[in-house]
């Protein structure tokens, strides 16, 4: 069966502080992956994604995330975080297939302390 | 930029009520997703359809129908609605492996509230 497991719902941090994000899927296929940020009353919105090539993907405001097949997992991480990072994070899945359906993991809410 | 719109942001329905929640995406794109989202569960797939006309179940299809007559527009349908959908209704558009990635757009969301 096809999952994903974000393993911790709420990560707490210090502004300015080191931060990872961890997720892993279940797949016998191979995959795309995903992470996306909700903002407090808004939408989704795609933070960065893995497609192909290189392992190590970045967004344009600091995150980056790394593809590891062997342990299958996708971990975001920023090496300091803003107040205005403060959000929900959903890591994601979809597959190689015609009729492609996109799975998402529980979420983790990223709370920033001043 | 695409774009994807559902049809209200807040919704209130009484128990048994029939429920259409509409759902628009200009950019093509062959797969539309209905998720609904619920704190601590995260966004779970409800149906999704990759052609006019396709459906597949998601994961909680259960109260649900959804109707794809155009490309694009993806309508959810609660035949009967109950307190226990009352919940947050994320539609979302992508296009399919091979034509550059699969990430979805996702709309503002429907928060309906069943009564």
């Known amino acids: 069966a096809q999952s994903v497991t974000q393993l911790d719902s709420q990560v707490p941090v210090f502004e300015e502080a080191p931060v990872e994000l961890r997720c892993n899927y279940s797949s016998s296929v191979s995959v795309y992956l995903f992470w996306y940020v909700q903002y407090p009353n808004q939408g989704l919105q795609l933070l960065l994604k893995y497609l192909s090539g290189s392992t190590l993907v970045e967004s344009i405001n600091g995150f980056e995330a790394e593809f590891n097949k062997s342990q299958t997992s996708f971990h975001l991480r920023k090496p300091s975080v803003h107040i205005s990072d403060t959000a929900e994070y959903f890591c994601a899945v979809s597959f190689y297939s015609s009729a492609s359906k996109i799975i998402f993991g529980s979420g983790t809410r990223l709370s920033i302390r001043p | 930029d695409v774009k994807v719109t559902q049809s209200s942001r807040y919704l209130v329905k009484r128990t048994g009520e029939k429920v259409f929640l509409e759902c628009v995406q200009d950019m093509d794109h062959e797969n539309m997703f209905w998720y609904r989202q619920d704190p601590g569960l995260g966004l779970r797939l409800i149906y999704f359809?990759?052609?006019?006309?396709?459906?597949e179940k998601g994961d909680i299809p259960e109260g649900y129908s959804v109707s794809r007559e155009k490309k694009e527009r993806f309508s959810l349908i609660l035949e009967s609605a109950s307190t226990n959908q009352t919940s947050m209704y994320l539609c979302a558009s992508s296009l399919l492996p091979g034509q550059g990635g699969t990430e979805a757009f996702f709309g503002q969301g429907t928060r309906l509230t069943v009564v």
């Open positions: 359809s990759y052609d006019v006309k396709m459906k």
